[in-house]
């Protein structure tokens, strides 16, 4: 089944739009852009426009937006080709995410100015129609604390310097939108400086800095932490560390892998209670292993074996997860008793918000990006439109459809 930007009608679906949920409503696009939204018993039919009609109680969405993954089904960001974006891109709406910035690991800096170079060019030259949208670059390392590696390679890391990031992002076609970095390291804080002058978001992560140390960085421009709890000094109670930073300072962002692995989930209903849904971010952290079956995997030239949900280094580290966000969407509402208004905030509203795009993207209303997917009440995803184009429909069929 074909959908392009021709006008087409979504109908009698739960609309979550920016402004209300509108029960038993309906969402109207054109050339790859939101042209109405209201309630089903007030839309006018048009001649010629295709329409989508569900019996059933299905939520229409906004599409997730991924601010940290870096690969899925066989293809990572490092793999420097257009072929591994172009995989990347056409897997992520069987989850719903139709925007996401392909993620970096450390690496050796030949490795990582290849894929700098490559995701640089394809979010200019290569976006296709009806795949997930590459908004940009996220740096994750190489400017990191060992003291916090995780799963980042020991032997690449280099301190932080502002003038490798300027050439990198030049490579880049200045396509990265966000770094994580350790602020404690020697140059930290000017990287942090830097970055927050060019429109960049510094983030904080693999990081083993004190409360004060996350605070100066703060006042220095910072507004992010990558994955929460995971790769940072931890919460205590006679210094905070980087957890305990997050938690308490509203200026800073948290991402969060709610996949109850990497945290359990009471603590990410602390964190859910601390930060309220303005304050989060889910993402993935997802590696080439997603939508594979169990066994053995590269990241970052580091050998991870896959097994029932689980990511890990021989050492038993967990490296990234295999975690989709539309599983993430379902279990941060199992985790913290939320409502589906507030998950939404959290995987497509706050993370447009954070990279300067929410006059496009992150909610559904009228003149916006018909960036949209259909989510059954069991939490399956069951059609993805990107830009207007559908870019995946269960089954690969036309059952839900009524002309």
């Not at 059933?56 to 991924?66: H, R, Y």
């Not at 930290?188 to 605070?215: C, F, N, P, W």
């Not at 957890?243 to 990497?262: N, P, R, S, Y």
Request: glycine letters at 10%; a negative charge; aromatic letters at 6%.
């Amino acid at each position: 089944m074909v959908v392009t930007d021709n006008h087409f009608v979504i109908d009698q679906v739960t609309v979550y739009s920016e402004r209300e949920t509108i029960e038993n409503g309906y969402i109207k696009v054109a050339n790859g852009i939101i042209t109405e939204i209201g309630e089903a018993k007030q839309r006018i039919e048009s001649d010629g426009e295709k329409v989508f009609t569900f019996h059933e109680k299905v939520s229409l969405l906004p599409g997730m937006i991924d601010v940290h993954i870096h690969g899925v089904n066989g293809a990572d960001t490092m793999d420097a080709t257009t072929e591994a974006l172009d995989t990347i891109t056409k897997t992520l709406p069987r989850e719903g995410t139709t925007s996401f910035l392909a993620t970096t690991i450390t690496q050796e800096a030949k490795a990582i100015e290849r894929a700098l170079q490559n995701a640089g060019d394809y979010v200019d030259n290569k976006q296709m129609a009806g795949h997930a949208e590459v908004l940009g670059i996220h740096l994750e390392g190489p400017f990191l604390n060992s003291e916090r590696a995780g799963a980042q390679p020991l032997h690449a890391m280099q301190r932080p310097d502002h003038h490798v990031f300027e050439s990198w992002n030049k490579l880049a076609k200045e396509k990265i939108k966000l770094v994580t970095l350790a602020p404690e390291k020697e140059g930290g804080l000017e990287l942090v400086r830097y970055l927050t002058k060019r429109g960049v978001v510094a983030s904080i992560g693999h990081s083993d800095a004190t409360y004060e140390q996350v605070m100066e960085a703060v006042s220095n421009g910072a507004t992010h932490v990558t994955h929460l709890y995971n790769g940072m000094r931890g919460l205590h109670h006679r210094e905070p560390g980087v957890a305990g930073a997050a938690l308490l300072v509203d200026q800073l962002k948290t991402e969060v892998i709610a996949d109850g692995f990497h945290v359990r989930p009471e603590m990410i209903q602390l964190a859910y209670q601390q930060k309220t849904s303005s304050g989060m971010i889910l993402i993935t952290d997802a590696m080439r292993a997603k939508c594979l079956k169990n066994g053995r995997y590269d990241l970052g030239g580091q050998e991870v074996e896959v097994k029932d949900g689980k990511a890990l280094l021989e050492n038993g580290t967990l490296a990234g997860s295999v975690l989709k966000m539309k599983d993430a969407l379902t279990n941060i509402q199992a985790y913290t008793g939320c409502s589906l208004e507030s998950a939404v905030k959290m995987a497509s509203e706050n993370p447009a918000k954070q990279l300067g795009v929410f006059d496009r993207k992150g909610s559904l209303a009228v003149g916006k990006d018909a960036d949209l997917f259909l989510r059954s009440e069991e939490g399956d995803v069951i059609m993805t439109f990107c830009k207007g184009h559908l870019a995946y429909s269960i089954g690969g069929s036309e059952k839900n459809e009524v002309d």
